[in-house]
């Protein structure tokens, strides 16, 4: 868990990146990152071809970058 830092995401976007980066999909319920940078975060994603997937409440189903989700 990062705090978010409102400027530029702090932490959690480049944990976020640094794995996207990686080839690794990622699921975040981290809202700061995403907020920030969601364009780049989910046209980074879709470069590496992986799923990048968030969920914005603490229960529910996952959200996705992608069309078709599940989590």
Same mark, same amino acid.
């Given at each position: 868990m ?7 995401? @702090?932490? @959690?976007?480049?944990?976020?990146? $640094? $794995?996207?980066? *990686? @080839?690794?999909?990622? *699921? ?6 995403? $907020? ?10 879709a ?11 603490? *229960? ?12």
């Amino acid at each position: 868990m990062t705090p978010t830092n409102i400027v530029d995401g @702090g932490m @959690g976007y480049r944990h976020i990146r $640094a $794995a996207l980066n *990686a @080839g690794r999909h990622v *699921a975040t319920s981290n809202k700061g990152p995403l $907020a920030l940078r969601f364009r780049e975060l989910t046209e980074l994603a879709a470069r590496n071809r992986v799923h990048l997937r968030y969920e914005p409440r603490s *229960a529910g189903p996952c959200r996705s970058s992608t069309s078709r989700a599940s989590c």
